[in-house]
């Protein structure tokens, strides 16, 4: 084998090797998007009849909502440089990058759920619009600015902070923003009450 046939070779097998990674990203990426139909499952089975049907519009709503927001301005605060606080990165619509797009495309989904955890925790507490201004505050600055500390190359990634795939801080994120929402919102109505 010659010097330029294994070149060669070497260049195809970092081609495939790329190929396969963007492939897998957008089958991981899917597979966390349809994650919401399960969550709004869930929340069907835990939701009295009448609020059916508020709840399948909330997380579809918020879904799209979320892909709106985040591709306008979240995904630049999602990644800092050098150790920031809050991302600065430049989002050129114009002159993207197919890699960029695809770390948008995955970045998109996990905060679509981190979004959907808060949905489960605020159902029949509040009023569909409510949650929508919710949902674009998570998806344009909450989200982001945790997303930016923790896989954007933020301050804690900096000090050796490691996460399996956005599992750890996407749960604190959810489970504590539902957390301060149901101790503002209080139990939901009728719940605790025996006559209804």
Known sequence: MNCN???HYINERKLVENALFEYWII???IYIIL???GFFMVEIGLVRKRNQMNIISKNFLSLFI???VFFLWGYTFSTAADGGIIGTYVFSYIDTSPQEYLDWFYKFSVSSISASIVSGCLAERMH???YMMFTLVM?????PIACSWCLGGGWLKQIGFVDAAGAGYIHMIGGLSGLVGTTILGPR??????SS
């Open 5 to 7: 046939t294994f070149i």
């Open 27 to 29: 089958v991981a990426s």
């Open 35 to 37: 994650m919401s139909l």
């Open 66 to 68: 979320t892909a709106l």
């Open 128 to 130: 569909v619009s409510t």
């Open 139 to 143: 998806s344009g600055a909450i989200y």
């Open 189 to 194: 109505y009728g719940i605790f009450d025996t």
